[in-house]
């Protein structure tokens, strides 16, 4: 069954410095997004992609988040100063075959901390 | 915002029973969707149930929805020990188009006793 994947699974860097999360979206899918979640809280939605750009974002996708699909089969993720709040699991997504609506598949994630 | 909240926050039942989780959300929804997740992993996904929708089965998984008081529940049959996990649900999208994001909620954490 395919399925959406992630790396790295974990992610080690030094506050100020710039780190990229991949995914690799199911091979169809349409539109794609990132969520995060901050340990022992909600999963919370970051942004999401649709034709080769941003369809919609939160307001914790600030100017330091970009994301980027450099080819026909990845997905990034790319935080350019990363802050010690930045420290969370980040997942992908992806959907939608016909509706974007549809089911969302996520990845494993990608643990992030900052130190 | 069209939040969802889980009840219970926490679950513990043997093996064997049910195990019922309920979602409540505020505004009007395209679908809502059951996501598990084992400590520390991804999220899975369960069942999907669109607005349209009274009631879904999958397995030993069964999802209602009621619109007009804005709340589903997600009932687990003959539970097993396997699972133990946290269970969300999120909301997508509105009648009018609206956006595709999924707006999770706290989750219930269910401990199935052996």
């Known amino acids: 069954e395919p399925e959406v994947t992630q790396t790295p699974s974990h992610q080690v860097t030094q506050m100020g410095q710039e780190v990229i999360l991949r995914c690799v979206p199911i091979?169809?899918?349409?539109?794609f997004y990132w969520y995060r979640q901050i340990l022992g809280q909600k999963v919370e939605f970051l942004v999401s992609?649709?034709?080769?750009?941003?369809?919609?974002k939160s307001e914790i996708f600030d100017d330091q988040f970009s994301v980027e699909r450099p080819d026909g089969s990845n997905f990034t993720l790319k935080i350019r100063s990363t802050k010690l709040e930045d420290s969370a699991m980040y997942f992908c997504?992806?959907?939608?075959?016909?509706?974007?609506?549809?089911?969302?598949?996520f990845g494993p994630g990608t643990r992030l901390t900052v130190l | 915002s069209q939040q969802g909240e889980e009840d219970p926050q926490a679950l513990s039942i043997q093996e064997g029973e049910n195990a019922t989780m309920n979602c409540s959300y505020k505004?009007?929804?395209?679908?809502l969707q059951w996501y598990r997740q084992n400590s520390g992993r991804g999220l899975v996904h369960l069942i999907l149930?669109?607005?349209?929708?009274r009631e879904k089965h999958s397995g030993r998984l069964r999802v209602t929805l009621d619109t007009s008081k804005k709340s589903s529940s997600l009932l687990i049959t003959a539970s097993r020990a396997a699972d133990t996990a946290s269970y969300f649900c999120?909301?997508?999208?509105?009648?009018?188009?609206?956006?595709?994001?999924?707006?999770f909620g706290k989750g219930t954490k269910l401990t199935v006793n052996p």
């Open positions: 149930i669109r607005s349209n929708e």
């Open positions: 091979s169809n899918h349409l539109y």
């Open positions: 505004t009007s929804i395209n679908n």
């Open positions: 999120a909301t997508a999208g509105g009648t009018q188009g609206g956006s595709e994001k999924l707006v």
């Open positions: 997504a992806s959907t939608g075959q016909v509706l974007r609506t549809d089911t969302q598949y």
């Open positions: 992609f649709y034709n080769n750009e941003i369809s919609e």
